[in-house]
């Protein structure tokens, strides 16, 4: 069998693209096969001369790594927790809140993302959106949902007569995780005390979480995200009982956009959710 031709430069580039590597962690690239010439060269002894002669080998200062700034070393995951609850219940407003997430040092996410992805829309909305994490647009913008899933976001909010003007969009994880990953559960727990902290100022009469990390996170659901879907759940706030429903990730259903449909009923019991006489009969 004749082998298949190695990829090109050019098909590489594009296969570490689609995986989530678009970004170098580092400000400078590193040359690694630079460093065979700055090893010192090793003096071969002449005849005659004696051993003791020869010089030692010894590495350059400039090779040894750099130990890492010391506030770029997030503390230990139960140390960050702590921090983050106790530095949460302290914000009394949103930009308060924003600050403080700015000034937070807890969670490694933080270096390794281009900027904090705080929030979108407007805080004196009825419904709030809350999804999972940031991803390459949103880094890049500051601003959530603004890639594909955002547009498409925007399109899902605007059948139900909503846009950014009149919602409130949010993620339990503020910073993008490298490569796009999964975030651990050490730093959504980490993060976790920021979003309820969110969710409470803002105050919606209706939150919705779009798929299933954000739901298994602030809803407490065990389920996927196929059966808890389009049912209301109760979120306390500690102040408050706010009416909360589950849907699907505007980035899975460009995956599987069979699911629309389904979205689309989510959408309706919301909306209806959010009319009026809704409001005053819960008030009543």
């Known amino acids: ?21 678009d970004c170098a962690l580092t400000e400078e690239p590193v040359d690694r096969l630079s460093e065979a010439d700055t090893a010192p060269a090793i003096r071969t002894a002449a005849a005659g001369e004696p051993a003791q002669a020869r010089p030692a080998r010894t590495t350059p200062a400039t090779t040894l790594a750099a130990p890492a700034p010391r506030h770029e070393i997030a503390p230990a995951p139960e140390a960050a927790i702590s921090s983050a609850r106790e530095a949460a219940r302290t914000a009394p407003t949103l930009p308060a809140l924003r600050a403080l997430l700015e000034n937070f040092d807890g969670c490694a996410l933080k270096f390794t993302a281009t900027r904090l992805v705080f929030a979108d829309g407007n805080p004196q909305a009825r419904v709030m959106f809350v999804g999972e994490a940031p991803g390459r647009d949103e880094d890049i913008a500051g601003l959530p949902f603004v890639g594909r899933s955002g547009k498409l976001l925007d399109r899902m909010i605007a059948a139900i007569g909503l846009d950014r003007t009149s919602a409130y969009i949010a993620n339990v994880i503020p910073w993008r995780p490298p490569g796009n990953r999964t975030p651990t559960p050490q730093e959504t727990q980490i993060c976790l005390p920021f979003i309820q902290r969110q969710i409470e100022l803002v105050n919606p009469d209706v939150l919705v979480t779009l798929g299933n990390p954000s ?9 996927g995200i196929m059966r808890t879907r389009g049912k209301w759940f109760d979120y306390h706030t500690g102040t408050r009982t706010i009416r909360a429903m589950a849907t699907f990730h505007p980035a899975y259903l460009l995956r599987s956009p069979s699911y629309k449909r389904l979205s689309w009923q989510d959408l309706r019991s919301i909306a209806k959710a959010l009319e009026p006489h809704s409001r005053s009969l819960e008030n009543s």
């Open 215 to 223: 739901t298994q996170t602030l809803l407490a659901a065990r389920e």
């Open 1 to 21: 069998m004749t082998p298949d031709p190695a990829p090109t430069v050019r098909q590489l580039l594009a296969f570490y693209l689609e995986a989530g590597v």
